[in-house]
């Protein structure tokens, strides 16, 4: 069966549906790492993944500052424009 460009990419969305016809509670597709599989630790004996610097879990954001004068004030007065 040969299929042309055009046609592949106009009935693209159909493919699915048509694959999982019949298969009621199972999902079409998936988007993820695949189920079951550590690729983290795989990946870190490999030597492609670098191992974290400090073990534990990752620390949170320090909060943000807020500025004393807005930014708007500042320009105006560099301007002159007080």
Do not use: N
């Amino acid at each position: 069966m040969e299929i042309g460009k055009r046609e592949v990419v106009e009935q693209l969305p159909e493919y699915p549906e048509r694959e999982a016809a019949g298969d009621r509670g199972r999902p079409k597709k998936v988007q993820g790492p695949i189920p079951g599989r550590d690729h983290g630790a795989g990946g870190t004996a490999e030597g492609w993944i670098s191992p974290p610097r400090v073990p534990g879990p990752i620390p949170p954001a320090p909060a943000r500052a807020r500025a004393s004068t807005s930014i708007r004030k500042i320009i105006d007065e560099d301007r002159g424009e007080e």
